[in-house]
């Protein structure tokens, strides 16, 4: 029979696998990660035909010649704060996150004609050089969009309302995006 010593280090232990768990899942601050690091669960790619723009390496989406528009499957999102952590491999890479797609997108050019639409490129002034982390927050409150790149305000606007999927378009198959964290932050 164990002694009192080894159940209070067992405790320890437990208590400790328990706060890991739940960090790696939530992402620590109230973050809940969309995005596993290790495959694309809860993600589908519509209008793939053929071969899918999206694939996972080394712990992130990678972009690659193809078609489709990546989707959250898992469930609508409304009011919160969408965090993309993404990098460019070009300044001519062109991307962006769909919000507010009321319906399952069937394809890239229908789930672009619907919702809101936050660029993701190398242009603007708050982005870092290209092949560095870029971290984008999208705080959605109804239709008030509110968008910050690297911690710079760099969009107010309105957009669609209503809780919806979430996507991202992927950029031309000469240019490759990298994206190792994709998370909700609730109010």
Same mark, same amino acid.
């Given at each position: 029979?164990?002694?009192?010593?080894?159940?209070?280090?067992?405790?320890?232990? #437990?208590? &400790?696998?328990?706060?890991?768990? %739940?960090?790696? @899942?939530? /992402?620590?601050? =109230?973050?809940?990660?969309?995005?596993?690091?290790?495959?694309?669960?809860?993600?589908?790619?519509?209008?793939?035909?053929?071969?899918?723009?999206?694939?996972?390496?080394?712990?992130?989406?990678?972009?690659?010649?193809?078609?489709?528009?990546?989707?959250?499957?898992?469930?609508?999102?409304?009011?919160?704060?969408?965090?993309?952590?993404?990098?460019?491999?070009?300044?001519?890479?062109?991307?962006?996150?769909? #919000?507010? &797609?009321?319906?399952?997108?069937? %394809?890239?050019? @229908?789930? /672009?004609?619907? =919702?809101?639409?936050?660029?993701?490129?190398?242009?603007?002034?708050?982005?870092?050089?290209?092949?560095?982390?870029?971290?984008?927050?999208?705080?959605?409150?109804?239709?008030?969009?509110?968008?910050?790149?690297?911690?710079?305000?760099?969009?107010?606007?309105?957009?669609?309302?209503?809780?919806?999927?979430?996507?991202?378009?992927?950029?031309?198959?000469?240019?490759?995006?990298?994206?190792?964290?994709?998370?909700?932050?609730?109010?």
């Amino acid at each position: 029979m164990p002694d009192m010593g080894e159940n209070e280090t067992m405790r320890k232990v #437990l208590a &400790l696998a328990v706060a890991w768990v %739940s960090a790696s @899942a939530f /992402g620590g601050n =109230g973050w809940i990660q969309l995005f596993n690091g290790s495959n694309l669960d809860g993600w589908a790619v519509a209008g793939a035909s053929g071969r899918s723009a999206f694939a996972t390496d080394d712990g992130s989406i990678r972009t690659q010649p193809g078609s489709g528009l990546l989707w959250y499957t898992r469930e609508k999102i409304g009011d919160g704060t969408l965090r993309i952590i993404y990098k460019l491999s070009s300044p001519e890479c062109r991307s962006a996150v769909l #919000l507010h &797609l009321p319906s399952e997108p069937n %394809s890239e050019v @229908a789930g /672009g004609a619907q =919702g809101s639409f936050v660029p993701i490129d190398s242009a603007n002034d708050a982005a870092k050089p290209v092949g560095e982390w870029n971290t984008m927050d999208i705080a959605m409150n109804g239709a008030h969009l509110r968008v910050k790149l690297n911690g710079v305000l760099i969009s107010d606007s309105q957009g669609a309302t209503g809780a919806g999927y979430v996507a991202l378009r992927h950029p031309d198959a000469r240019t490759t995006m990298y994206i190792r964290e994709i998370s909700i932050r609730r109010p």
